[in-house]
Nanobody, 110 residues
Framework: LQLVESGGGLVQPGGSLRLSCVAS????????IGWFRQAPGKQRELVAH???????NYADSVKGRFTISRDNAKNTVYLQMNSLTPEDTAVYYC?????WGQGTQVTVSS
C-alpha cells in the first residue's frame, strides 16, 4: 500500500498547480481520501476531502480556489489549486486512512 504525491513546486502568487496522488495497492473506489498540508511551525490541517461517493469538503481558506477530484480508473486523486497565495505555502500530503504519502512541497513566492 503506497501513496505517492507529485506536482508540487514553486509558483508565483496568483498562479496554479495541480497535485496528484497515486494510490498503489488500493481499489480507490471504496475509499475516502483527503489532502492535508503543513506549513513550517504549524499543525497539519485538512485542505480537502472527497468521499467514495464523490462528496467534497474544503477548508474555508481554500473554498472557491481549490478543487479535489478523483479518477478511480487511474487510482489517482487530484488537487487543483488556483489563485495561490503565499499563505498556501506548505508540504501537501495525501491521506487515505490510516496511511500518508511522503508529501510534496508547494511554495508560493514572487
Amino acid at each position: 500500500l503506497q501513496l505517492v504525491e507529485s506536482g508540487g513546486g514553486l509558483v508565483q502568487p496568483g498562479g496554479s498547480l495541480r497535485l496528484s496522488c497515486v494510490a498503489s495497492g488500493y481499489t480507490l473506489d471504496y475509499y475516502h481520501i483527503g489532502w492535508f498540508r503543513q506549513a513550517p511551525g504549524k499543525q497539519r490541517e485538512l485542505v480537502a476531502h472527497i468521499t467514495s461517493g464523490g462528496t467534497r469538503n474544503y477548508a474555508d481558506s481554500v473554498k472557491g480556489r481549490f478543487t479535489i477530484s478523483r479518477d478511480n480508473a487511474k487510482n489517482t486523486v487530484y488537487l487543483q489549486m488556483n489563485s495561490l497565495t503565499p499563505e498556501d505555502t506548505a508540504v501537501y500530503y495525501c491521506w487515505l486512512p490510516p496511511n500518508w504519502g511522503q508529501g510534496t512541497q508547494v511554495t508560493v513566492s514572487s
